[in-house]
């Protein structure tokens, strides 16, 4: 197990296009760490040049304490599971999970001891001898997993690796790699597009857009916190409510005015009104939990009408539409809402964010 | 009988799809075989059947020591001819296929000049090679330095066709060279089909190049390779022009078809030969298939 360090790494390839800027993240001895973002974000990218699929263009990767830059990918003491899984079609599940051992010439009886090991612990005991088209989708990504575990990997890279499932595996196999991570206290990259997988799996999360790190978090800091509007806005589900405007003083209290009408600021988001964002168009944010609907006027809330309801069983979501504007507001899924009603919204004061509304 | 209606009915469209493939196997397999073996099985004098029934022209290559020494010469020839060829073509179509697998600048070109082979009639490919090749040609003219651009190296005379091993040497260049671009073709649609995941997964799980080569091209090749051995080997051994061309001194068995049914009007012999050969086929085929299944296994087991 080691830690892992990237200093400035940067990813420019021969066309020009520069696929990862300035990247700086330390990943701890045994730590769970998610890479997320949408496609094209450089995540894939980030890890390829961990695993050494990819050369360095600039910035230094330190894996342990060992500068890794000009290590081939067999000497770096990682090993990396494959969104496609890319096993070998043409050989049986005993001879995908013993590869990497039989390249490094361990002797035979140890192979068979560790086949054994991942075999118990993947449950695929009576597998080894299908070949992986005979398997399940599930089977296919133990596998795949199971084949980079033998090889006891300083680092474990998992691209995507559970995006070829379906729903339900998907979840199951989520449990199924959290109990594996608490058994074996391997340091793990992960990269993912789905936010939620992030969330439920890491220890922290790098949210990154365009080449370049949003921010990087424990799941609540990143989810309570968020650095900016992207990360805010890509980090939770249903996705945070926007609302474009501005700042006024008005009897020295600060509200946020928007064509729809106006809110009193809560204290907590005085610093950061005045650090940055002050003078310049404004986005709020709030989370559809952080918004409470109510059909009798209140103090410093908004107005709006109903408009359509979603039900998910745990939760239900109303869509309140305030002019232009539409609003996710999670309701109680007992409670009953009058659909095309005017309706009252007060915003919890604390769970407010102020984004500026040209930065990402 | 019912139920056998009812399903060549709802089957009708796929037999009678069949139709074509057991006409082609009825007329081009069965019925020239069957007129092959029959016409192996008479005895011919001076272009007239002497005897039918009867297994005197296979005797013949035990009994009659002129016979006997100019079969076994030309089968010899022939098993030289196909044990090289066969494996020359699986490498160099290797190669070339891998070549243009990789993406570079002027693919497209490269891939042309390597398939231009195939498009040269043989005719013109054999004469080409027996104008540079022949007594008083360019080769030679070459080597003996009548050519102001390149040194003196014999002072005497090759003769490349009268000599047993340049000749069928030539013939073996000749055939590689034109047949090149089928094995290149086989091989390049199976390369296609490897994912280059699979080469990565193996270089962080520590192979080299040399590892994934043999671990995961040549399996994943297999198909193909088996396709081109079998081909090319079927294609050396009733190899014709070639030799018949370049070689006219040191005959294969090929070209001795060509000699007793052409011109000493026996096709007794000629169709025996053609038997003989078919045997060797199917032997050969059998037995590269062994082989490569034994590699296989060797080269995927745990």
Same mark, same amino acid.
């Given at each position: 197990?080691?830690?892992?360090?990237?200093?400035?790494?940067?990813?420019?390839?021969?066309?020009?296009?520069?696929?990862?800027? %300035?990247?700086?993240?330390?990943?701890?001895?045994?730590?769970?760490?998610?890479?997320?973002?949408?496609?094209?974000?450089?995540?894939?990218?980030?890890?390829?040049?961990?695993?050494?699929?990819?050369?360095?263009?600039?910035?230094?990767?330190?894996?342990?304490?060992?500068?890794?830059?000009?290590?081939?990918? *067999?000497?770096?003491?990682?090993?990396?599971?494959?969104?496609?899984?890319?096993?070998?079609?043409?050989?049986?599940?005993?001879?995908?999970?013993?590869?990497?051992?039989?390249?490094?010439?361990?002797?035979?009886?140890?192979?068979?001891?560790?086949?054994?090991?991942? +075999?118990?612990?993947?449950?695929?005991?009576?597998?080894?001898?299908?070949?992986?088209?005979?398997?399940?989708?599930?089977?296919?990504?133990?596998?795949?997993?199971?084949?980079?575990?033998?090889?006891?990997?300083?680092?474990? #890279? #998992? %691209?995507?690796?559970?995006?070829? #499932?379906?729903?339900?595996?998907?979840?199951?196999?989520?449990?199924?790699? *959290?109990?594996?991570?608490?058994?074996?206290?391997?340091?793990?990259?992960?990269?993912?597009?789905?936010?939620?997988?992030?969330?439920?799996?890491?220890?922290?999360?790098?949210?990154?857009?365009?080449?370049? +790190?949003?921010?990087?978090?424990?799941?609540?800091?990143?989810?309570?916190?968020?650095?900016?509007?992207?990360?805010?806005?890509?980090?939770?589900?249903?996705?945070?409510?926007?609302?474009?405007?501005?700042? *006024?003083?008005?009897?020295?209290?600060?509200?946020?005015?928007?064509?729809?009408?106006?809110?009193?600021?809560?204290?907590?988001?005085?610093?950061?009104?005045?650090?940055?964002?002050?003078?310049?168009?404004?986005?709020?944010?709030?989370?559809?939990? %952080?918004?409470?609907?109510?059909?009798?006027?209140?103090?410093?809330?908004?107005?709006?009408?109903?408009?359509?309801?979603?039900? +998910?069983?745990?939760?239900?979501?109303?869509?309140?539409?305030?002019?232009?504007?539409? #609003?996710?507001?999670?309701?109680?899924?007992?409670?009953?809402?009058?659909?095309?009603? *005017?309706?009252?919204?007060?915003?919890?004061?604390?769970?407010?964010?102020?984004?500026?509304?040209?930065?990402? | 009988?019912? $139920?056998?209606?009812?399903?060549?009915? $709802?089957? @009708?469209?796929?037999?009678?799809?069949?139709?074509?493939?057991?006409?082609?196997?009825?007329?081009?397999?069965?019925?020239?075989?069957?007129?092959?073996?029959?016409?192996?099985?008479?005895?011919?004098?001076?272009?007239?059947?002497?005897?039918?029934?009867?297994?005197?022209?296979?005797? $013949?290559?035990?009994?009659?020591?002129?016979?006997?020494?100019?079969?076994?010469?030309?089968?010899?020839?022939?098993?030289?001819?196909?044990?090289?060829?066969?494996?020359?073509?699986?490498?160099?179509?290797?190669?070339?296929?891998?070549?243009?697998? $990789?993406?570079?600048?002027?693919?497209?070109?490269?891939?042309?000049?390597?398939?231009?082979?195939?498009?040269?009639?043989?005719?013109?490919?054999?004469?080409?090679?027996?104008?540079?090749?022949?007594?008083?040609?360019?080769?030679?003219?070459?080597?003996?330095?009548?050519?102001?651009?390149?040194?003196?190296?014999?002072?005497?005379?090759? /003769?490349?066709?009268?000599?047993?091993?340049?000749?069928?040497?030539?013939?073996?260049?000749?055939?590689?060279?034109?047949?090149?671009?089928?094995?290149?073709?086989?091989?390049?649609?199976?390369?296609?089909?490897?994912?280059?995941?699979?080469?990565?997964?193996?270089?962080?799980?520590?192979?080299?190049?040399?590892?994934?080569?043999?671990?995961?091209?040549?399996?994943?090749?297999?198909?193909?390779?088996? @396709? !081109?051995?079998?081909?090319?080997?079927?294609?050396?051994?009733?190899?014709?022009?070639?030799?018949?061309?370049?070689?006219? /001194?040191?005959?294969?068995?090929?070209?001795?078809?060509?000699?007793?049914?052409?011109?000493?009007?026996?096709?007794?012999?000629?169709?025996?030969?053609?038997?003989?050969?078919? !045997?060797?086929?199917?032997?050969? @085929?059998?037995?590269?298939?062994?082989?490569?299944?034994?590699?296989?296994?060797?080269?995927?087991?745990?």
């Amino acid at each position: 197990m080691a830690e892992l360090k990237l200093m400035n790494i940067n990813k420019r390839y021969p066309n020009g296009f520069h696929a990862v800027k %300035d990247l700086n993240i330390y990943v701890s001895d045994g730590e769970f760490l998610s890479l997320v973002g949408p496609s094209g974000c450089g995540k894939s990218t980030t890890l390829r040049m961990i695993a050494g699929l990819e050369d360095i263009s600039e910035g230094e990767l330190y894996i342990g304490n060992r500068l890794s830059n000009d290590i081939p990918a *067999k000497d770096r003491g990682i090993a990396m599971v494959f969104q496609s899984y890319a096993l070998f079609p043409h050989m049986t599940v005993e001879a995908n999970i013993t590869f990497g051992l039989k390249i490094k010439k361990v002797p035979e009886k140890i192979r068979k001891e560790k086949l054994n090991w991942v +075999l118990e612990l993947l449950d695929l005991k009576g597998l080894e001898n299908r070949k992986p088209a005979e398997l399940s989708g599930g089977q296919r990504q133990r596998v795949a997993l199971g084949r980079a575990l033998v090889l006891d990997p300083d680092v474990l #890279l #998992l %691209d995507e690796p559970l995006s070829n #499932l379906d729903a339900k595996l998907r979840v199951k196999m989520r449990t199924e790699l *959290k109990r594996i991570h608490k058994k074996l206290k391997s340091t793990i990259i992960y990269v993912t597009h789905d936010q939620a997988e992030a969330m439920t799996l890491s220890d922290r999360i790098a949210v990154m857009k365009d080449g370049k +790190l949003m921010q990087i978090g424990t799941p609540s800091e990143i989810y309570n916190n968020p650095a900016n509007k992207f990360v805010a806005g890509f980090v939770g589900s249903p996705a945070m409510n926007f609302i474009s405007g501005e700042l *006024k003083l008005i009897d020295n209290k600060n509200y946020f005015v928007f064509e729809m009408g106006k809110i009193e600021l809560p204290e907590l988001l005085k610093e950061k009104i005045k650090e940055s964002i002050k003078g310049k168009d404004v986005v709020l944010g709030i989370r559809p939990e %952080d918004i409470e609907i109510s059909f009798e006027k209140d103090n410093n809330s908004l107005t709006g009408v109903t408009s359509i309801r979603e039900t +998910l069983g745990s939760d239900d979501y109303v869509t309140v539409e305030m002019g232009n504007i539409l #609003l996710t507001v999670r309701v109680e899924p007992e409670k009953f809402i009058p659909m095309d009603e *005017k309706c009252y919204l007060k915003l919890k004061g604390n769970k407010m964010h102020l984004f500026n509304k040209d930065e990402d | 009988m019912r $139920k056998i209606l009812i399903a060549f009915r $709802k089957n @009708s469209f796929l037999i009678y799809s069949l139709i074509p493939a057991f006409l082609y196997i009825g007329f081009f397999a069965l019925i020239i075989g069957f007129y092959l073996l029959k016409l192996s099985l008479t005895k011919y004098a001076g272009g007239d059947v002497v005897l039918s029934s009867t297994l005197y022209n296979y005797i $013949k290559i035990f009994d009659d020591p002129m016979f006997n020494k100019e079969f076994s010469d030309a089968f010899r020839r022939t098993l030289i001819f196909v044990i090289v060829v066969t494996p020359l073509q699986l490498v160099t179509g290797l190669i070339t296929a891998m070549l243009i697998n $990789k993406s570079f600048a002027g693919r497209g070109i490269v891939r042309s000049i390597l398939l231009l082979p195939l498009a040269i009639p043989t005719i013109v490919t054999t004469s080409v090679l027996l104008i540079l090749f022949s007594k008083g040609g360019h080769m030679t003219s070459l080597l003996m330095g009548r050519y102001s651009f390149f040194p003196k190296i014999f002072d005497y005379e090759i /003769s490349f066709i009268s000599n047993p091993y340049t000749s069928i040497g030539l013939s073996i260049f000749g055939k590689v060279w034109r047949d090149t671009p089928i094995s290149m073709l086989i091989l390049l649609s199976g390369l296609q089909q490897i994912n280059e995941e699979q080469y990565e997964a193996a270089r962080t799980m520590g192979a080299t190049a040399v590892q994934n080569f043999f671990y995961i091209t040549i399996p994943l090749l297999m198909p193909s390779i088996s @396709s !081109v051995l079998i081909l090319r080997s079927i294609e050396a051994w009733k190899e014709f022009i070639f030799p018949y061309i370049l070689a006219p /001194s040191y005959p294969i068995l090929g070209v001795l078809i060509e000699k007793y049914y052409v011109q000493l009007m026996d096709p007794g012999t000629a169709a025996m030969v053609g038997i003989v050969l078919i !045997v060797c086929i199917l032997v050969t @085929s059998y037995v590269l298939t062994y082989i490569l299944n034994k590699i296989n296994r060797y080269l995927i087991r745990a």
